[in-house]
């Protein structure tokens, strides 16, 4: 296997507990490189659990997390911040910071990770900011600004640096569709002209299938079925049959919900 | 990344090879500034041996183009590989900047020949 077949991400038997709960419960999969991998499943089945393990957040019960053949499980605060660098964030809540303008907020991480001097840092941010389509709002403050500019201040902060990979938790939840479909639109780009490998979990699942070369679905802490868009959409499992169509009506989740609820009546 | 500077004629030529980031990338911009500064009129950038780029790396360019503006010189960029046309593209600079496939056509479009 050449390096660019090499997955970017390995994860073998991640077992995560909170108390006595499995959350993820043995999960095997691959990040293949420079592709759009899309994490879906009903909500709370581990999504944004299974994310921040990869990214070092939270560390695995069992179980290895390779990245580019370094194993993140058990590394030093030290060392994983060297491999976050490869790494680009953009979670629910944009966290931009208020006292500093739009320009300045994108600029955080370059002048904390680098020795550029200004004029070209307010280069990149320039540059960042049209990608995102905010061209000309380099001096607002965020109060100025709507939730869906602040999202995409958010991803241009994120992809600042130029990281190999991009987290994103639900990049389109509670978006205008203009603002959502762009940034499915850059997501794209950033895959097929840089090679930027995307992981991305949503809920939306024509967002999903657009941008997805890869789909994993999770259920009760495994992985159920991974597969291209079209091998998912046309899976015979179900459960993958119900949670597509679900999805859009919203049943699945009060299914589960309910589910969940007699289950912990009659179990105590 | 390793930056061979020569010049041919009237053309000052840069070749870059290696990765040009943003740890390679203020090189770069202090030979740029050294030209710009004496208002060369005309620069080659030859890419050919650039295999990765980063936006540091770009905007390193458009400060350069910038300059070269200023005083009604030429920048010109010569044999992208894919991943650097990537950046530009990505970055829609691809438009602005002038970019030659090889370096003999740079020349020609330089008026000099190669
Ligand atoms: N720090 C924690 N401590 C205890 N339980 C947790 C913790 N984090 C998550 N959980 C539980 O793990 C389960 C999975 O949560 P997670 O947030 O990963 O789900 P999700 O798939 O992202 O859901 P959603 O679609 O609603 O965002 C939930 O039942 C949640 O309550
Ligand atoms: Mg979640």
Known sequence: MNESEQPIIEVKELVKRFGDRAVLDGINVNIPRGKITVIMGGSGCGKTTFLRHLIGLYQPTSGDILVDGVNIAGLKEKEMNEVRRKFGMLFQGSALFNSMTVGENVAVPLREHTDLSPEIIRIIVRVKLELVGLTGFEDFMPHQISGGMKKRVALARAIALDPKIVFYDEPGAGLDPITASMIDRLILDLSKKLNITSVVVTHEMKSAFRIADQVIILHKGKVLQVGTAEEIQNSKNSYVQQFIQGESEGVIPFKQTSEAYLKGLLST | ?114
């Open chain 2, 1 to 114: 990344m390793k930056i061979q500077s020569t010049t041919q004629g009237d053309v000052n030529i840069l070749e870059l090879s290696g990765e040009l980031d943003y740890h390679s990338s203020p090189e770069l911009r202090e030979k740029l500034g050294e030209l710009t500064g004496k208002q060369a009129s005309k620069i080659l950038m030859n890419l050919s041996g650039v295999d990765y780029m980063d936006s540091s790396g770009i905007a390193t360019f458009v400060e350069a183009f910038q300059k070269t503006k200023r005083y009604q010189g030429r920048l010109v960029l010569a044999e992208l590989t894919g991943t650097v046309r990537g950046v530009f593209e990505i970055a829609k600079l691809d438009s602005i900047f002038e970019i030659a496939p090889t370096v003999a056509e740079a020349m020609t479009r330089l008026g000099t020949k190669a």
